[in-house]
């Protein structure tokens, strides 16, 4: 029997890699028989450059850059043929910065621009970039200041490429230092947010970013300025495009001045790593994340894999942290059984510390389960 786990993270506890050994080590300890295929997943926040680089065979190229609030720090991309990937968190990442650090009306971006063009530099013409775990939200301003362009206020005098003057950008000028018509740029995220408003990328998750209640106003009028300039000076218009506002609006900044191309993060990542392919050959898919919630529904890998399992007719069992998805939300999964840590664990802080051993427990269960089906296969 052919058991295919393919997990995102359990983020805070464990990392996709540990949960698929965790459940694994569950199952053989009932059938060491048993066929099983590893395959952690990610979707294009944080972290899924390490879930890819642990798929496919890519070069580690190492770099000095900045942080988001100008410090210097050593950090890595990977590359592979004509292609660098590239994770904004790794240079522009609110894991960089301490508590009292954090404010996204000062942090940028330009880390990340210095390491996308170092790529281009070395003649990688494809960039896919990871937009998830920004401290940012300069709509991208410091990513493009470091491939030539000049965000200008109304004397036309240059701004710096921070969150605090997206509210006084009124020009855009360009200084070619790189063919950008030749570099193909694309954007991976898990996440749909408009650039501003209510579900903007101020006002869902500046806040998480060290921003207060007026700060996250303000940054929010900004990317609505930000936002009309770009409509003005491009004829794009970012606040109609799905996942504008991801990563503290990188992803309009760049669709609106380098023609990027944004991606669902999942599916660009099952594509690159032959999930699918796994998933047919498969007798029993099982998947997992730490929080099962409504976002599970929208985008999210495991919202991914069941429907490649439907499309393929596989039985699908899904690992949990917590379970908070509905009867009537589950049954768009087609999903033959849940397992939830929590349910098990004396408490979270148990279920977070010790999530493998429980995962191992649970994994005893599911095969318990599954034990009938296995003579058919």
């Known amino acids: 029997m052919k058991i295919l786990i393919a997990p995102d993270k359990f983020k805070g506890s464990m990392s996709a890699q540990q949960v698929c050994v965790a459940i694994g080590n569950g199952l053989k300890k009932n059938d060491s028989s048993l066929d099983l295929i590893y395959h952690p997943m990610a979707d294009g926040g944080d972290g899924s450059l390490e879930i890819l680089s642990s798929h496919l065979s890519l070069n580690k190229n190492d770099i000095k850059t900045i942080d988001p609030i100008g410090k210097k720090i050593s950090t890595h991309y990977f590359t592979s043929t004509d ?6 968190a790794s240079a522009s990442g609110l894991v960089l910065l301490s508590k009292d650090e954090r404010n996204p009306l000062l942090t940028s971006t330009i880390g990340t621009g210095k390491m996308i063009a170092d790529a281009i530099l070395k003649g990688y013409q494809n960039i896919y970039l990871f937009l998830g775990g920004s401290a940012t939200n300069d709509a991208g301003m410091g990513i493009l200041t470091e491939l030539g362009f000049h965000f200008l206020d109304k004397p036309q005098k240059k701004l710096l490429p921070i969150g605090e003057n ?103 990542i099952s594509q690159l790593t032959n999930l699918e392919k796994q998933i047919e050959s498969a007798d029993w898919v099982i998947s997992g994340e730490g929080r099962l919630d409504e976002q599970s529904l929208q985008g999210k890998v495991v919202n991914g894999i069941a429907k490649l399992c439907i499309k393929h007719q596989k039985p699908f069992s899904l690992f949990v942290g917590k379970n908070e998805l509905s009867k009537k939300h589950l049954e768009s999964f087609h999903v033959k059984h849940i397992f939830s840590i929590l349910k098990n664990a004396k408490n979270i802080d148990d279920a977070i510390s010790n999530g493998g051993f429980y995962l191992e427990k649970l994994s005893n269960q599911f095969y318990q389960k599954i034990k009938s089906h296995k003579s058919k296969f």
Do not use: R, W
Request: glycine content about 12%.
């Open 166 to 268: 997206l509210s006084n950008v009124k020009f855009i000028l360009h200084s070619p230092i790189f063919d950008l018509e030749k570099i193909k740029f694309t954007l991976l995220c898990d996440v749909n947010n408009p650039m501003f408003g209510k579900l903007g990328a101020a006002q869902v998750y500046a806040l998480q970013k060290g921003a207060t209640k007026n700060q996250i106003q303000l940054l929010d009028e900004g990317l609505k300025n930000f936002s009309t300039v770009l409509k003005k000076q491009t004829g794009i218009d970012p606040s109609q495009i799905p996942g504008s506002g991801a990563a503290g609006g990188i992803g309009g900044g760049l669709v609106s001045l380098l023609n990027a191309k944004l991606e669902n993060g999942f599916e660009a």
């Open 83 to 88: 292609t660098a990937f590239i994770e904004v």
